[in-house]
């Protein structure tokens, strides 16, 4: 469906035109002044200068033009030149009924070009628990991605596990020391290796901080897990099939976490998978004469002309051969673009990778492993810091688990939502029940409260704000829907069937409130576009913060269940479900849902 902001566009240009002055005068804005309009256009400024005129003259004859024009209810001319628009409650009817009628898209259509998008994010380290800058990259990636398909694009989420560094030569030196006999250190071992791993992810997530802290005392130890990190690399049997383990077993904890978080990823790739196209990638950047020796290390320069900050090489190899970060990224893109073809490649990490991308991507671009065609985009988000400022702990001071912090959000939300019980004897929730709706709740809080900020900025992880259920908070969004289904169901519960797609109830709206309302949802498609193409999960938070005030003024200053008048009723119930429709999109697109009840 085409935007209604388009459309009010088209009739303002076309009396711009009838009026005599270009068509590109005639471009409506949202409102900056509610009070006096709902839309805007300032076109008349700008012809003014061209026609050597007083803008007023111009508005003036525009908004004779549109004076009997069906699409609003107010023209207004206001000096110097300004032209103030409302739409008429009519129209604005109409429009509704026809989102209503696009089932599920509400007037948001589809991407005509549908484009393969790879989302980099997540980015666990195996064996190391998850950190405040994992949680972000799953909440903002998931929700990119979510967006993206909801526009119709072909989303691929790649996990890009971090499994190659030497936190896994640490594992196995100290699994060695522990279990010496184990057949996977036995150099002269040939046979298969057993199915079960030696260990559970208990032992795994003991084990790695114990060898960790242990090498930075024990120089010699260090040497070791170093010395098992280059054997694993290089290929040594008995390791990569430890390394599997490792892998097989952290992933399926790595899973379980991010279940919690409604996280889902289509691959479950990790840096070790890029391994294989490394020497034959290498070979050819020193073969296209891009790749050369600095220093002892192989690099490819990527500064540009026009560059403000100094960007160093991308260094390929060390001295010693060994890769890095940078070559597993870039071999990464290799495979990628060999298997799926992608029109875009997003990465999602803390902003202090920024350089490190801009490198990356650079170096990609100049070796022909990504076409120029082909988008690249690094989404550097900001820190997540507790009230202190400081980047955020858990209570007890300790880094931030990820099941800690859901452990804790999960009890203070439990305690609310046994509070508001108490409140309604009468609905009164099994235990079980309010467990389950509280984990929903405060999942909703930990989300919201992550992604109604702009990611780029660094935000304060406030579980008694982002908890409450009032103010721009997650909660405060469910609650809002779920007002909106006991409504609805009691509205069902007098007998009488909700509306259906086409059957076009709403009406030009009864009082000030369903206006306001109207308006906020006419601009859906407008936002989730803008949403996507800016990478913004943002804006679709401040779009429902909207959505959901504009909703509950409506519905305080409206009568709706006790309305006599069938049809005014039913229009109203028409708004409700386009409302709740919405809102629901939305939260699926920011990667949470609704309860029935809360
Ligand atoms: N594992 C990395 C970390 O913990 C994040 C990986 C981000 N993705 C990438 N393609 N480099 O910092």
New binding site residues.
């Given amino acids: 469906m085409k935007k209604l902001i388009d459309f009010i566009t088209d009739e303002v240009t076309k009396a711009f035109v009838e009026a005599g002055y270009d068509e590109k005068y005639g471009r409506v804005t949202l409102s900056n002044r509610p009070d006096l309009c709902e839309y805007q256009c300032n076109g008349a400024m700008a012809a003014a200068k061209e026609n050597h005129c007083a803008p007023f003259v111009i508005s003036d004859k525009v908004a004779e033009i549109l004076s009997g024009n069906e699409m609003f209810s107010m023209v207004e001319s206001v000096k110097p030149g300004f032209l103030n628009l409302k739409l008429s409650e009519g129209y604005l009817a109409s429009y509704m009924n026809g989102m209503q009628e696009d089932e599920g898209r509400f007037g948001c259509d589809k991407a005509e070009d549908p484009m393969t998008i790879l989302v ?2 997540g ?3 195996i064996a190391k628990p998850l950190h405040v ?2 949680l972000r ?1 799953a909440i903002i990636g998931e929700s990119v991605k979510r967006i993206g398909a909801y526009m119709g694009h072909h989303m691929i989420g790649d996990v ?3 499994d190659w560094g030497l936190q896994l030569g640490l594992i196995i030196t100290e699994l060695k020391a522990r279990k010496p006999k184990l057949t996977y250190f036995d150099e002269n071992y040939e046979g298969e290796y057993p199915a079960e791993a030696p260990f559970t992810i208990s032992e795994l997530e003991e084990i790695y901080p114990y060898a960790s802290g242990k090498s930075k005392k024990d120089e010699a130890y260090k040497e070791a897990a170093m010395q098992a990190t280059y054997e694993l690399q290089q290929g040594r049997r008995g390791y990569r099939a430890l390394l599997e383990q490792i892998i097989n077993v952290s992933v399926t904890d790595l899973k379980k976490n991010y279940e919690n978080l409604n996280v889902h990823f289509e691959l479950w790739k990790g ?1 070790s998978d890029a391994q294989p196209y490394i020497p034959a990638m290498v070979q050819k950047m020193k073969d296209d004469g891009f790749a050369y020796i600095s220093d002892g290390a192989l690099v490819v320069d990527v500064k540009e002309e026009t560059d403000t900050k100094e960007v160093p090489p991308c260094m390929i190899l060390k001295s010693d051969g060994a890769s890095l ?1 940078n070559t ?2 870039l071999a ?1 893109m290799v495979w990628r673009v060999q298997d799926y073809n992608p029109d875009m490649m997003i ?4 902003k202090r ?1 920024e350089l490190y991308f801009t490198q990356v991507f650079r170096c990609a671009r100049k070796t022909g492993i990504v076409r120029p065609e082909v988008g690249l985009k690094h989404i550097g988000f900001g820190t997540m810091n507790g009230k202190d400022g400081k980047p955020f702990k858990t209570r007890q001071g300790g880094v931030m688990r990820l099941e800690y912090l859901l452990n804790e959000v999960n009890e203070e939300m439990q305690e609310k939502i046994s509070e508001n019980q108490k409140a309604k004897e009468d609905l009164a929730m099994t235990p079980e029940e309010a467990e389950k709706i509280a984990k929903t709740v405060a999942l909703a809080a930990i989300k919201y409260g992550d992604l109604s900020n702009q990611a780029s900025k660094d935000y304060i992880f406030d579980i008694d704000r982002f908890t409450s259920f009032e103010g721009n908070t997650g909660p405060y969004i469910l609650y809002t829907i779920v007002r909106i289904k006991s409504i609805l169901t009691k509205y069902e519960a007098l007998g009488k069937t909700l509306p259906g797609p086409k059957d076009h109830v709403i009406r030009p709206a009864h009082n000030a409130s369903e206006k306001d309302l109207m308006l906020v949802l006419s601009r859906y498609n407008a936002v989730i576009e803008n949403a996507f193409e800016e990478t913004a999960p943002h804006k679709l938070c401040a779009y429902i913060y909207e959505l959901a005030n504009a909703f509950n003024s409506f519905y305080h200053e409206t009568k709706i269940l006790a309305e006599a008048d069938e049809e005014t009723q039913r229009a109203y119930i028409g708004d409700l479900l386009l409302c709740k429709g919405i809102l629901e999109a939305c939260i699926d697109m920011l990667g949470f849902e609704a309860p029935d009840r809360m």
Avoid: A, F
């Fill in positions: 980099d994010y980015g666990p380290n800058g994992h990259s890009h596990l971090g840096e970060y597993t990224d990464t990465y999602l990490t803390d990778q």
